[in-house]
């Protein structure tokens, strides 16, 4: 006979955590309670039977809810007599005033609730919309906290007594399942044509699939938001929708019907199978196998394929009467647009587009694209961090010194709130570009702040005067009087490995694309020593200056950008006028580009991105940029079967690598290597050459650590290098593992210079 006291923190509130307490203590025969205790996680009482609470804690660890994360448990025996009589979960009046509470990511459909779907016996057999405790959408349905079905759009649905009685058994999978629902009194589904005129079917979902196999578009709605589907075997649809969504080159996400679906187009090692199936679901980066067959259209240029499967009843039964491996599954958002969310939305921007759409009669509270994920030997690498994920906090080491607000950048943005030791980021925001996706920021970044109750003190952005988001910074900042500050871009990417490892000091090798400088001038490789000390950093080398060739056009058009580093060693006029066909204006836009050459005169920049962009249009893998990093994706396509065969030394001068050398070098060995072996040479080069420069920093500085972050971050063949030399130097490599190293992390950063540093 025993009492206990159980404390467990973690991500255990809003998960399902204290209905599983109970059916546990229930069916241990146990008595006592379960409450919330805020940010001091969840309590709970036992009496009974020692050996039975032995049996209680252990399946507590083995059996806890998918969405709960235990960091802790600690238990306290008591003395005194028993003083229960049952197990109750005790209810808290002030759960809602809570301050960082968390909210819920959607999670994909369990497996007992896939049992139900397929069985013909059970109530919810072939219905769509099934959930439980376990599973369903969150995040997408909550409108305000707590989160309690009024509170969701599943409102809207009043649940029939069926429903209704397992909602209230404590020991029904569906207690309290805000989400429940079954075909009689939960959302319907049907099918329309892209004018919204309804097309009787007794089975719309499949019919569907049907359509899609045959080569139609059908806009799917989904949890976070519309999707359009297309056939992954057929050209036609998919050249359609390339024109239609205006992305030339850009790859469409793939869903494929099964693991061994997807086992037959891509390669995939337990570390990706594990997160293709887990609750999340998110998009896996894939190897495409050698005898490949789905339509080159789907990721032109490119080694891999973004491949997730079914994550909803509605998915599953999408495939039933097809023989497809996979469908595209492309989020359905107009260009530069946020993804398409409601009904009326959906026929006036997608009706051009899809040639069916397949809606449902539930309301979508907030939009969320589907997450990106990418493998790098054992080490998972966000591309983007949304649906499964957002908007659960990333638990950091320390706690903050102040709440902070940080809005990011400008493209593949998230924002993010910083209060305790809790993270919180947005769902994938989007190119912050228009009144758009600037409103979808600001929507989702007050809905965040409500539902976490953070009292802000400070909002930070980037240093780009002339950003969206820094505009919507100062505007937060009138309105509510918090303090603003303004980060520089690559000291931001930095603080967010720091706060992500929880460290004080750390070298920074921050590479990407584009950032706004400290001098004005465009940055993006750069080695920093980064501390919280102050809300300063120090830049203590870079990649060699060079001349972006029309400013914003050399980052379009990478030709122009290996001219303006190869110029005055190879004859540039004439390997231009070899591509003339490339320049929309040909011969007389050459001409233009060869004299500012000469003027050298303009902006310059040390980005590695800009870098690795040239030496894919010296290769002729890329001349034209239709898509966020496509050079540098497909220089790394190319050179992952490649190998060092130039070995170059590094050239470091003044704490400033050089890379025109390098480039050179691949201009003038093409006749005599092959091209992946060039790329990979190139690859090895910078490299080699960054960590090499940050470990003769952090030997000067006496720092113990060298971090990684950037959009480059995400090149495996750069990152896993620069791991083996920086680690045999005894030194620490950290990369990201909870959020983009690209500017989708940007956000928490900025947070987290904001909330950590000692003000200055
Ligand atoms: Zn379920
Ligand atoms: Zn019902
Ligand atoms: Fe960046």
Redesign the pocket.
């Given at each position: 006979m025993a009492r206990l006291k159980v404390r467990v923190t973690g991500i255990v509130q809003g998960v399902g955590f204290r209905p599983f307490i109970y059916r546990l203590a229930v069916r241990k025969g146990l008595n006592g309670y379960v409450r919330n205790r805020g940010d001091a996680g969840v309590e709970i009482l036992l009496e009974g039977d020692e050996e039975k609470i032995d049996d209680f804690l252990r399946e507590l660890r083995a059996k806890k809810p998918p969405l709960a994360v235990i960091h802790e448990i600690k238990t306290s025996h008591l003395k005194g007599k028993y003083r229960f009589k049952e197990f109750t979960i005790q209810k808290s009046s002030r759960e809602a005033e809570l301050s960082g509470s968390i909210i819920p990511p959607d999670?994909a459909?369990?497996?007992?609730?896939?049992r139900e779907l397929r069985d013909p016996k059970d109530p919810r057999y072939d219905y769509f919309f099934?959930?439980?405790?376990?599973?369903?959408p969150r995040y997408t349905v909550i409108e305000s906290l707590p989160y309690d079905r009024e509170n969701t759009t599943m409102r809207d649905f009043p649940m029939c007594q069926f429903c209704m009685n397992e909602y209230a058994d404590p020991l029904n999978?569906r207690f309290h399942?805000q989400t429940i629902a079954c075909p009689k009194c939960g959302p319907k589904v049907y099918l329309t044509d892209n004018r919204g005129e309804r097309i009787e079917s007794n089975d719309p979902i499949r019919m569907a699939g049907q359509l899609v196999s045959e080569g139609h578009i059908v806009a799917i709605k989904g949890y976070g938001g519309f999707h359009l589907a297309a056939s992954t075997l057929m050209d036609e649809p998919l050249l359609r929708l390339r024109r239609a969504k205006h992305r030339r080159q850009k790859p469409f996400a793939i869903m494929a019907r099964s693991l061994d679906a997807v086992r037959s187009f891509a390669e995939v090692n337990r570390r990706e199978r594990e997160l293709l199936t887990s609750y999340a679901r998110p998009i896996v980066l894939l190897k495409k196998s050698e005898n490949y067959y789905l339509s080159d259209l789907i990721a032109p240029g490119l080694h891999n394929v973004g491949v997730m499967l079914p994550y909803t009843g509605l998915h599953y039964m999408l495939f039933d009467m097809t023989d497809d491996p996979a469908f595209v599954m492309t989020s359905a958002n107009p260009p530069n647009q946020p993804i398409v969310k409601d009904d009326e939305e959906a026929l006036k921007r997608l009706g051009d587009i899809a040639d069916y759409m397949l809606f449902h009669n539930r309301r979508i509270a907030q939009r969320c694209d589907d997450s990106v994920i990418r493998v790098h030997g054992e080490s998972t690498v966000f591309l983007r961090r949304s649906r499964g994920y957002a908007p659960a906090p990333i638990m950091l080491r320390h706690a903050a010194k102040r709440c902070a607000v940080g809005l990011g950048g400008e493209l593949n943005n998230t924002g993010c709130i910083l209060l305790g030791r809790k993270a919180f980021l947005t769902q994938h925001i989007g190119d912050v570009e228009n009144v758009e996706t600037r409103a979808f920021l600001e929507s989702s970044m007050r809905h965040l702040i409500h539902l976490t109750n953070g009292k802000v003190e400070v909002i930070a952005c980037d240093l780009h005067p002339k950003f969206v988001t820094t505009s919507l910074a100062e505007e937060f900042s009138e309105e509510n009087d918090w303090q603003m500050i303004q980060i520089q871009h690559h000291h931001a990417h930095i603080a967010a490995l720091m706060a992500e490892h929880g460290i004080d000091e750390i070298i920074g090798i921050a590479c990407d694309g584009y950032g706004y400088g400290l001098d004005g001038e465009a940055w993006g490789g750069e080695i920093l020593l980064c501390t919280w000390e102050s809300m300063d950093f120090k830049r203590l080398a870079h990649l060699e200056r060079q001349p972006l060739i029309g400013g914003d056009l050399a980052t379009r058009y990478p030709l122009r950008m290996a001219a303006g580093i190869l110029h005055g060693r190879v004859d540039v006029e004439e390997w231009l006028l070899q591509h003339r066909k490339s320049f929309p204006h040909g011969e007389r836009e050459i001409e233009v580009i060869l004299k500012q050459i000469k003027r050298g005169r303009g902006i310059r920049t040390t980005s590695c991105g800009r870098i690795l962009d040239a030496a894919a249009a010296i290769l002729d893998v890329c001349y034209e940029r239709t898509y966020e990093g496509e050079p540098a994706m497909k220089l790394e396509s190319l050179a992952i079967s490649g190998r060092d065969i130039l070995k170059l030394k590094p050239t470091i001068a003044n704490d400033i690598l050089d890379t025109t050398e390098p480039l050179i070098e691949i201009f003038e060995n093409k006749s005599r290597y092959s091209k992946a072996d060039l790329a990979y040479s190139l690859h090895s080069y910078l490299a080699r050459g960054l960590a090499e420069l940050a470990i003769e920093k952090a030997m000067e500085e006496n720092v113990k650590a060298i971090g990684f972050s950037g959009g480059v971050a995400c090149n495996q063949i750069l990152t896993t290098i620069m791991r083996r030399i920086i680690e045999d130097s005894g030194l620490k490599f950290l990369v990201h593992n909870s959020i983009p190293p690209g500017d989708g992390g940007l956000s928490l950063g900025q947070a987290a210079i904001a909330a950590f540093s000692n003000q200055t």
């Open positions: 999670i459909i369990c497996d007992d609730c896939l099934i959930t439980c405790t376990n599973c369903g999978r399942a």
